[in-house]
């Protein structure tokens, strides 16, 4: 069987502050709430979350998590259940999602920004126990869905902490949805010891401590948001909670890196590019960690990172939502101009295999699939168990694997590198999205016969979709934009509009003829200015 070395094994990385003492101390949580709350616990004094002008210690923000705690046990909340969170990044968001994990539920985070019907979908096809929400205007969930909010969890008197023996490793700590093929989304269920594990993980490689401040402005659809959320906690560091007004916007992210003193920040590949110009070696000066993934790094934004900031370290990772955040992470300090930028080795607890079609190891060098297995792994799909075993599947030699669909190749040195997709999924700007989903949802329309989606590049980056659209109706681009954007993430939105009269092209195999497709394209097909609409 082809393996390669845990990541941690080829590196150490000295941490600049002090590091919290529950990163050392020789215990060993097997939860996720019982890991957060130590690290609470000894640094009570210290800022835990800056949230614009708010500011909370470890003592107020654990009192926070106790109190929505009671409020969800008074309402029958407990092991097994799983609590839905309607909220954007806030401090509240953070105390409510303790809140959750403590009483040994189930973490299930919608972004707010989704389209009602999207988000009123999964709400009805995950059914959750609770919905926790900050919107005044939320109204009941679906099928009377009990829906709670901060100032419920607020008006809780003398808050108490969670009882009973807490989650155990192979509970549910979150369930994080992802695109689906036909229109569905999946929900992918993950257990505390995968996330434990991660977290624990991370800690050795790059380690957080008081004066750290991490920067979280991911999606909360994001799994690298639980990280940004929790990971400092844990580890005695700050959560800064990004302004959502300003997601995606690459001169208000350098400007709070500056600001706000981050020590460590994740950004998506195309979004470091756009951030590196827009620095200076005085407002980035703090900086300690920089982490890049969600789609594949180029050579040419590592090397202007730490060509302008070499002080850095410039991580870049790998791994699908079935695999606990990352499953591969690669330093890429010294590695400079060298031609590809690895996704590296596997982190600790987890192993990767790249395959043939039996799943079986091929040579290194080889292309393959990549395989993942060991502790990250996720327990599958919520609800969805013929799809859960078509992808966690069991190998001849007895062991679960995820097929994550991506081709990989390991060189001789044990490193992965990406080399693209079996199927259609693409990452935009680090949000993954599959192509047929996107056409489900654009047949929805009465008026339009057929639908052909394709990947828009610029570069090396995915940075939306193109859709081929047969209408006889005189439908505009405007108006399918606008029926997608009701039912689709922002991302999902087609990117570019290609109206056709006559039926799509088909090869003599009744597959769409794309490269037909690409020659009859006009070249007005409404682009849109691609950077202002960054997710």
């Not at 000894?42 to 705690?69: M, S």
């Not at 890196?257 to 070696?281: E, K, N, Q």
């Not at 395959?355 to 297995?373: F, K, M, Q």
Request: charged share 20%; glycine share 10%.
């Amino acid at each position: 069987m082809v393996t390669t070395t845990p990541a941690s094994s080829n590196y150490s990385a000295a941490p600049t502050g002090d590091a919290a003492a529950p990163a050392s101390a020789g215990s060993h949580p097997t939860n996720t709430a019982e890991l957060v709350l130590a690290g609470l616990d000894a640094a009570p004094r210290d800022v835990a979350v800056i949230d614009g002008r708010r500011l909370l210690t470890g003592r107020q923000l654990k009192r926070d998590a106790e109190r929505w705690a009671a409020l969800l046990t008074a309402h029958g909340v407990g092991a097994g259940h799983r609590v839905a969170v309607l909220m954007e990044r806030s401090a509240a968001h953070i105390a409510a999602a303790l809140g959750v994990i403590s009483v040994g539920a189930a973490y299930q985070p919608s972004d707010p920004r989704l389209p009602a019907p999207r988000i009123g979908e999964l709400l009805a096809r995950s059914r959750p126990t609770l919905l926790i929400t900050d919107s005044a205007s939320a109204g009941p969930g679906p099928a009377g869905l009990p829906v709670v909010t901060p100032a419920d969890a607020a008006r809780r008197t003398g808050p108490t902490a969670a009882v009973g023996p807490g989650p155990s490793g192979e509970d549910t700590v979150y369930v994080m949805h992802t695109s689906g093929t036909t229109g569905r989304p999946k929900g992918v269920v993950v257990p505390h010891r995968a996330l434990v594990t991660r977290l624990r993980w991370g800690q050795g490689v790059y380690p957080l401590g008081r004066g750290d401040r991490v920067l979280w402005h991911a999606n909360v659809g994001f799994d690298f948001s639980v990280w940004e959320m929790l990971a400092p906690l844990a580890f005695g560091a700050t959560v800064v909670v990004g302004d959502p007004r300003e997601a995606g916007d690459p001169d208000a992210l350098a400007a709070c890196l500056a600001r706000d003193a981050i020590t460590a920040v994740h950004f998506v590949p195309r979004m470091l590019g756009l951030v590196t110009g827009r620095l200076s070696a005085a407002r980035a000066a703090q900086l300690r960690y920089v982490f890049c993934g969600g789609a594949t790094m180029s050579a040419a934004a590592r090397d202007a990172w730490l060509t302008a900031y070499p002080w850095t370290r410039l991580f870049n990772q790998y791994g699908p939502t079935e695999t606990c955040i990352d499953s591969t992470t690669y330093l890429c300090n010294g590695s400079e101009h060298s031609g590809e930028v690895p996704i590296g080795t596997p982190v600790d607890g987890t192993h990767v295999r790249v395959a043939d079609d039996s799943l079986l190891p091929v040579a290194p060098g080889e292309t393959g699939e990549l395989l993942i297995g060991g502790a990250g792994l996720a327990d599958g799909y919520l609800h969805q168990p013929e799809r859960t075993a078509e992808r966690f599947v069991t190998d001849p030699y007895g062991e679960r694997l995820y097929r994550t669909g991506d081709l990989a190749r390991l060189d001789p040195d044990g490193r992965l590198f990406h080399l693209g997709r079996l199927d259609r999924q693409i990452q935009i700007n680090g949000v993954r999205a599959e192509l047929g989903e996107i056409e489900h949802t654009l047949l929805q329309h009465p008026d339009i016969d057929e639908v052909h989606v394709t990947a828009l590049t610029r570069g090396p980056d995915t940075v939306g979709t193109r859709a081929y659209v047969v209408t006889n109706s005189q439908l505009t681009a405007a108006a399918i934009r606008r029926h997608a954007a009701g039912l689709l993430p922002r991302t999902h939105v087609p990117t570019q509009i290609v109206r056709r009269d006559s039926p799509l092209p088909r090869t003599h195999k009744g597959e769409v003829d794309v490269q037909a497709l690409r020659a009859a394209t006009p070249s007005g097909s409404e682009p849109l200015d691609l950077e202002r609409h960054l997710p």
